[in-house]
């Protein structure tokens, strides 16, 4: 018998499991999309499957009561959204695909107040039509399409020799109708206004969070989560780990304020001094992991040379003291036979071997 523990365990797994094979079925390779376009891929697959269930029992159903206008339209309505399901499966394209969701609901829907549907009952399923359009089409587009739609409808029950009556129905029902849409469509609206209104907030949210997670706050550089997941994206990188020599007599000296100056000082020096699409980051306290690619070992190595200069170079001031600052470096290389770990410990190993030859210099090995 499994233990209590190892089932509660087993739980989430499982669910995972399935909600992969459901991610698999309606989206298929997912490797290239953003979460937004997985989830609306999914949404309009499990529309049209929804639509599926529905149009092919009904087709067929009213092929065997000889309504063979209404099956065929019901079947290709059916047809429609199976062709749909596997275009928007292979090639993701949720705006193209989404139109051919939406025009056939209308189409349909237009066709089974006109005809009655299956004994009468067609004016059932035009309810599910707001929800749809406001998805799709987002809160503007698809109101305006939603008051088209309703002028249609309109014209339809009212003006033309439609089969409503036919069915025994009181009168009263076709407005009733009416109203009862209009009723859902404001319903659906102000849902789908909230809900993209939060979804916003969430994105504001989310940006903002993700600048704080990977953002050194002190120099605006990368932190170390910032620079480390961006390298692992990468097959192949120069890493250029910097530390600043007796940073501890600065702060000693000048004060810890004048500390943090030199910091951002420094770190604008280096994100200027860099080419471009290179990463700088601060890796901790004084320590800084730049990473250079697409060149040589030897470009490498003059870029961190370039940089060390210019920091010499460079008088800090701040509230009237001046200071000089230097930097060692510690160069490696990351590339298919070095990971981004090793590459960082051999850096790290550089760095150390400048500063016991004597700091305030470049070192490879
Ligand atoms: N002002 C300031 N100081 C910091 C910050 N982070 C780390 N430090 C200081 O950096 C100093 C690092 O000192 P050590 O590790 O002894 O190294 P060092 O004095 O630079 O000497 P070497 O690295 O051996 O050349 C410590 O005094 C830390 O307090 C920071 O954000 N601001």
């Known amino acids: ?59 067929i159903a009213s092929f065997f009561q000889g309504k063979l206008m209404l099956g065929t339209v019901l079947l290709s309505t059916a047809f429609l959204y199976a062709a749909n399901h ?5 090639t993701h394209h949720h705006a193209v695909s989404g139109n051919f969701v939406i025009y056939p609901l209308y189409a349909l829907m237009l066709y089974l107040i006109y005809t009655g549907g299956v004994n009468g009952t067609g004016h059932v399923w035009l309810f599910c039509v707001p929800a749809v359009a406001l998805f799709l089409h987002g809160l503007k587009k698809g109101l305006i399409e939603l008051a088209i739609f309703t002028l249609v409808l ?10 409503f009556l036919e069915f025994g129905y009181h009168p009263s029902l076709k407005s009733r109708i009416l109203f009862a849409f209009a009723v859902v469509v404001f319903l659906s609206g102000i849902y789908e206004f909230s809900m993209s209104r939060f979804n916003d907030e969430l994105k504001r949210t989310s940006a903002k969070l993700k600048l704080v997670a990977y953002t050194d706050m002190l120099t605006n550089l990368l932190n170390r989560r910032g620079i480390y997941q961006k390298l692992e994206e990468r097959q192949q990188a ?8 007796f940073f501890k007599r600065i702060n000693d000296e000048y004060g810890h304020d004048a500390g943090d100056y030199a910091l951002e000082k420094i770190a604008q020096i280096m994100a200027s001094g860099l080419p471009k699409g290179a990463l700088s980051s601060r890796w901790g306290g004084e320590e800084f992991l730049l990473a250079v690619f697409d060149c040589s070992s030897h470009e490498a190595y003059q870029i961190a040379e370039s940089i060390r200069h210019q920091v010499a170079d460079y008088e800090f001031n701040y509230m009237d003291q001046h200071f000089r600052i230097t930097l060692s470096f510690g160069i490696a290389t990351m590339n298919e036979t070095v990971s981004l770990r090793e590459a960082i410990t051999l850096a790290d190993s550089h760095l150390y071997n400048a500063k016991r030859a004597g700091r305030n210099q470049t070192r490879n090995d």
């Open 238 to 245: 120069h890493l250029l780990l910097a530390d600043v020599d």
């Open 154 to 163: 309109t014209a339809l029950m009212f003006c033309t020799d439609n089969h």
């Open 86 to 90: 596997l275009y928007l499966r292979r």
């Open 1 to 59: 018998m499994p233990d209590k523990d190892s089932t509660v365990l087993q739980r989430p797994t499982s669910l995972k499991a399935k909600l992969n094979f459901i991610t698999r079925f309606y989206v298929g390779d997912v490797s290239k999309l953003s979460s937004d376009d997985i989830r609306r891929v999914l949404i309009i697959n499990l529309f049209a499957s929804v639509g599926i269930l529905f149009t092919f029992p009904l087709g």
